[in-house]
């Protein structure tokens, strides 16, 4: 399994904008419209885009596993 997929670079324009690739944007359903929220970790060194709806659904998949949990306890 790798660890990192490299999708190609982007420019950032005069008005900060980016264009994703392609490929990525094909992997990973993405699609005009589409809300991405984009986050930074503590050392300011890389960049996250993360899909909205896609972090919604691992907030209520962790969610229902935590219901689970709670069942067994």
Avoid: N
């Avoid at 589409?34 to 896609?54: N, R």
């Amino acid at each position: 399994m790798r660890m990192v997929d490299f999708y190609g670079s982007v420019t950032v324009g005069e008005r900060g904008q980016i264009a994703l690739p392609s490929k990525l944007r094909r992997e990973l359903g993405i699609q005009a419209g589409d809300k991405i929220l984009v986050t930074c970790g503590p050392e300011k060194k890389i960049i996250h885009l993360i899909k909205a709806d896609m972090l919604a659904e691992m907030f209520d998949e962790w969610e229902t596993l935590r219901k689970r949990i709670r069942e067994k306890e």
